[in-house]
């Protein structure tokens, strides 16, 4: 299966400049690398910090996003100055990565991680996947224990449907069949966004609105991504998982993430539940303050 932008030139112009805008507001310059997988070539953008010796972080994002999401705010910032952080564009995915997705239902998507990491010359990395990236981390744990580290999952997919009650689908239809910035800004307040936290800058926010307004009017995507994992998946990974929970996650409530991964993740090791944390992370810094918790662990 394949996505595709339906004018790549153009799509390609408006990555760079959208990439380029973003990380002049965040401050932190990442050096982009494109590498050769067996699913079309992969985007990472990478941050190395001025040490001798220091970790890598990989950073998946959620659907229909850049990984250069991550930057909205000044979060992982927090991360830059002892850790060196891979921002990896999924593969199918809008953003700089090739269209070309991996089967549903298989682990491919693992073997995809896999293929990343040792390009990137990792021998064993930390992974902190949201939402989606969360579901591919799970794949990458069980076809490559021996390259993961720990993962962090944040408001994982994977562990539940997803869930749109009948208000929040009203929102998701105005985004999708009508995209605007108007539309795109209802979708994001309404049901991405926590309204306990923080508002965020309004160019930020008008950042992730143009990406998400791009995508969605220019970018064919395949929609296979709403799969909930069997049991017995996630009953084989055994990679020391941390699970952060957005206590106001409208699109996968908590509860019932958390009441599945008690149940079937016997490598589990620990639960955050942020009380302001909506489904988005993006400029959340209780998010970053708990992240940064997390990966002192064991350190």
Same mark, same amino acid.
């Given at each position: 299966?394949?996505?595709?932008?339906?004018d790549?030139?153009?799509? /390609?112009?408006?990555n760079?400049?959208?990439a %380029?805008?973003? @990380?002049?507001?965040?401050?932190?310059?990442l050096?982009?690398h494109t590498?050769?997988?067996?699913?079309?070539?992969?985007r990472v953008w990478?941050?190395?910090p %001025?040490?001798?010796?220091?970790?890598?972080?990989?950073l998946?994002p959620g659907?229909? +996003?850049s990984?250069? !999401?991550?930057l !909205?705010g000044?979060?992982?910032?927090?991360?830059?100055?002892n850790?060196r &952080?891979?921002?990896v564009?999924i593969? $199918?995915?809008? $953003?700089f990565?090739?269209?070309?997705?991996p089967?549903?239902?298989t682990?491919e998507?693992g073997?995809?991680?896999r @293929? !990343? &990491?040792k390009?990137?010359?990792?021998s064993?990395?930390t992974?902190?996947?949201?939402a989606l990236?969360?579901?591919?981390?799970?794949? #990458?744990?069980? !076809?490559?224990p021996?390259?993961?580290?720990?993962v962090?999952?944040v408001?994982? +997919?994977?562990?539940?449907?997803l869930?749109?009650?009948?208000?929040?689908l009203?929102?998701?239809?105005? #985004?999708?069949?009508?995209?605007?910035? #108007?539309?795109?800004?209802a979708?994001?307040?309404? /049901?991405v966004?926590?309204?306990?936290?923080?508002p965020?800058?309004p160019?930020?926010e008008?950042?992730?609105?143009?990406? %998400?307004?791009?995508?969605?009017?220019s970018f064919e995507l395949?929609?296979?991504?709403?799969?909930?994992?069997?049991?017995?998946e996630?009953a084989?990974v055994?990679?020391?998982l941390?699970?952060?929970?957005g206590?106001q996650?409208k699109?996968?409530p908590? @509860?019932?993430s958390?009441s599945? /991964?008690?149940?079937?993740?016997?490598?589990?090791v620990? =639960?955050? =539940?942020?009380?302001?944390?909506g489904?988005?992370? @993006?400029g959340?810094?209780i998010l970053f303050?708990?992240?940064?918790?997390?990966l002192?662990q064991?350190?």
């Amino acid at each position: 299966m394949v996505s595709r932008y339906k004018d790549p030139t153009q799509a /390609a112009h408006f990555n760079d400049q959208w990439a %380029q805008a973003l @990380q002049q507001l965040n401050g932190l310059q990442l050096h982009p690398h494109t590498l050769t997988t067996d699913w079309g070539q992969t985007r990472v953008w990478i941050h190395t910090p %001025q040490r001798r010796i220091y970790e890598t972080i990989v950073l998946l994002p959620g659907f229909n +996003a850049s990984s250069l !999401v991550w930057l !909205v705010g000044q979060g992982i910032n927090s991360l830059s100055k002892n850790y060196r &952080l891979c921002l990896v564009d999924i593969n $199918g995915q809008p $953003g700089f990565s090739e269209g070309m997705i991996p089967k549903p239902g298989t682990d491919e998507y693992g073997h995809w991680t896999r @293929q !990343v &990491l040792k390009q990137l010359g990792i021998s064993r990395a930390t992974l902190i996947g949201h939402a989606l990236g969360a579901l591919i981390c799970l794949k #990458a744990c069980r !076809v490559s224990p021996e390259l993961v580290k720990k993962v962090i999952l944040v408001n994982p +997919a994977g562990l539940q449907p997803l869930s749109l009650s009948i208000a929040l689908l009203r929102y998701y239809l105005l #985004a999708l069949r009508g995209p605007s910035h #108007a539309s795109l800004q209802a979708f994001l307040r309404e /049901a991405v966004f926590s309204p306990l936290a923080p508002p965020l800058n309004p160019a930020q926010e008008k950042l992730l609105i143009d990406f %998400q307004c791009y995508s969605l009017s220019s970018f064919e995507l395949t929609p296979w991504w709403h799969q909930t994992l069997a049991k017995e998946e996630l009953a084989s990974v055994q990679t020391p998982l941390y699970l952060v929970l957005g206590a106001q996650d409208k699109l996968y409530p908590y @509860q019932a993430s958390l009441s599945r /991964a008690t149940q079937h993740l016997p490598s589990l090791v620990s =639960v955050t =539940v942020l009380p302001k944390l909506g489904h988005s992370l @993006q400029g959340n810094t209780i998010l970053f303050s708990a992240l940064r918790s997390i990966l002192a662990q064991g350190d």
